[in-house]
């Protein structure tokens, strides 16, 4: 489980920081911290965005967003490892931000991946264009194992009706979890006879790369749990 929190869960975009690293004057007054190399800053969070504005040399491949990129092993790999393939990192802490575009820029896959500081239910419910994304992967979100702290899973019947929203018919959700408990309820949350359709998936069965907090399992022996499902299109 991931220890540190910042003000950006809240379900709005991150606010410029002063203090942030390097500062740029903003429209409107202010100030807005420059992008990192690798790092996408949207022009206006208040409109779904083109692939064209992610990606600048973007040819209507497919597209596969990262939700909870976290230092970017995954992503790096994934870009590197799949050129066909355009990656989206979605991440709420700087520091891991950072990380994350330092991946990318080491596995030379610059031009295929990029990473947003943004809130992941933000992101998904209001910025990325509708019926586009090929494969959305949330690997090892934040469990909130107390019953009273339930509510804060990210996986829950809205997340997906949104996630629905921004899938392409055919497209799939990639979860992993290390907590037993949250993969049984995020499998409770898929509705039976709506648009989903539970897919096999073994450890081994195509490339999918092991992220830094699935390694960190791996090493204390705990057993990695998984759900794929594809989304046959319609209303979810
Ligand atoms: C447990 S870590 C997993 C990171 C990565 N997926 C991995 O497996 O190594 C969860 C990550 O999700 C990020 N995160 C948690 N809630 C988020 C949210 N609502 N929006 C964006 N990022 C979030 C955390 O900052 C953290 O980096």
Redesign the pocket.
Known sequence: ??E?KDAT?TGEPAPAKADDSTTAPAPGGGVRRRPFEGEWMPEDYFRRAAWEEVFPDYDGGPVEVD?????GT?LATMAAGMPGHRFLG????LG?VRACCRKVREAGALDRARVLRL???YTVRWLLPLASVQRLHL????PWPKKKHHQRR?FSESFLGDVAQVLKPGGEVLFKTDDADYAEWARERVPSGGPWTHLPWQEGDFFYPT????ARWLAQGRAIHRLRLRFEGGAA
Do not use: N
């Open positions: 489980m991931c540190k869960a939700l909870g990129s976290g230092d995954f979605v991440e709420r802490l891991r809130e992941s239910l690997l090892f979100p934040d990210i992220t830094d907090f699935e």
